[in-house]
């Protein structure tokens, strides 16, 4: 059994090799090759954390596993990450467990890999400038895999913080790309991309501040309950998400499918625009957005990724078990 530690995946996996990984998995899903098993998720009554499992079975990578983890509101106190989560792959042929992978790092690139796939998919190819909501820990890795989509030329941000946005400034002017904090009012009037990655429980960005051609990636929203756009952009919006399911059960998607504003069958997986089966954007005009819900397919494609790549590369750690 192979195991990798939290601190090689830096050093192991790029985030163009995650892109790939969750990319070629999107696909999978879509032909109905992979599928994602039922996610389990509690709250265990001790350190008031939430822990559970995402897993699922890629029969054309052979990828299988799950990913455990969740939730400790007191780490950070004890100078951990919040959020803590393990991959486990096993041998899809024996069962035997074929690796243990850290997946702090690898859920935040699968995360910024799925907002920046489904930019390339259907954000407008003159695209310039990207809107950003929300500065937390997650931020930063979506709006550095975003720019590497398009030719973006500013970036606009927007907080409940303000403060806070100084970390999305830093990635912009890292790139050699301004960056500008701004209202929402101009957020939605300027950016032809837009990326919402809060843990909002109400509506931030409201349909009339969204301009028609604009993409979206909603990335905040993978609980019931959450939401970061008014239920109406998804009524005028092509809806495209990783996995119908989660999208209107624990998505953005919820609300507008509850409200009967968009009906499950509105929605399209984004793997079928990758495998060339939807055409995706349908016009200029078109506002399209992507609900990224995030699943456990994903985790096992970037450890996968990470396994590979520490064979190949003769680092792979092997232990007796
Ligand atoms: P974080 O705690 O570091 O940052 C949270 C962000 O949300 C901050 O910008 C904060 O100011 C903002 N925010 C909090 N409450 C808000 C409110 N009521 N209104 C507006 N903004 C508010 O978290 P993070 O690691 O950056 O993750 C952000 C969100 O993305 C979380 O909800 C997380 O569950 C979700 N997430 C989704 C995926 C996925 O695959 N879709 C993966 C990882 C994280």
Not at 244 to 254: C, D, F, L, V
Not at 282 to 287: A, F
Not at 313 to 321: K, S, T
């Amino acid at each position: 059994m192979i195991i990798i530690s939290e601190r090689e995946i830096a050093t192991l996996v790029s985030p163009a090799d995650c892109f790939a990984a969750v990319e070629g998995v999107f696909a999978s899903m879509a032909k109905g090759k992979a599928y994602n098993f039922p996610v389990v998720r509690e709250a265990i009554g001790h350190a008031d954390a939430l822990y559970g499992f995402k897993s699922g079975f890629d029969r054309e990578s052979l990828a299988l596993g799950l990913k455990s983890g969740g939730f400790w509101p007191g780490n950070v106190e004890k100078g951990l990450t919040n959020h803590q989560s393990t991959i486990f792959l096993f041998d899809a042929d024996t069962g035997c467990c074929r690796a243990i992978v850290g997946g702090n790092l690898l859920t935040a690139l699968r995360t910024a890999a799925s907002s920046a796939l489904s930019i390339k998919y259907l954000a407008r190819p003159e695209a310039r400038v990207i809107g950003m909501i929300g500065a937390g820990h997650q931020s930063t890795f979506q709006l550095s895999a975003a720019l590497d989509q398009r030719r973006f030329e500013k970036v606009v941000g927007w907080n409940i913080e303000p403060s806070a946005l100084g970390r999305l400034e830093s990635v912009a002017v890292e790139r050699g790309i301004p960056f500008e904090a701004v209202d929402l009012d101009r957020l939605g009037a300027e950016a032809d991309v837009i990326i919402t990655i809060t843990s909002s429980f109400a509506p931030i960005l409201k349909a009339a501040q969204v301009r028609p051609g604009t993409h979206l990636a909603c990335m905040g929203t993978d609980t019931k309950g959450k939401q970061e756009v008014e239920a109406e952009l998804l009524a005028k919006a092509s809806v495209f998400t990783d996995e119908i399911a989660q999208a209107t059960s624990i998505g953005e998607a919820q609300h507008a499918v509850a409200q009967g504003l968009l009906a499950a069958t509105d929605i399209v997986a984004i793997g079928s625009v990758i495998n060339g089966a939807h055409p995706g954007r349908r016009s200029p005009e078109d506002i399209t957005l992507f609900d990224g819900t995030g699943v456990g397919l994903q985790d096992l494609a970037v450890a996968s990724t990470a396994v590979d790549l520490a064979i190949a590369r003769g680092v792979a750690r092997e232990i007796d078990f």
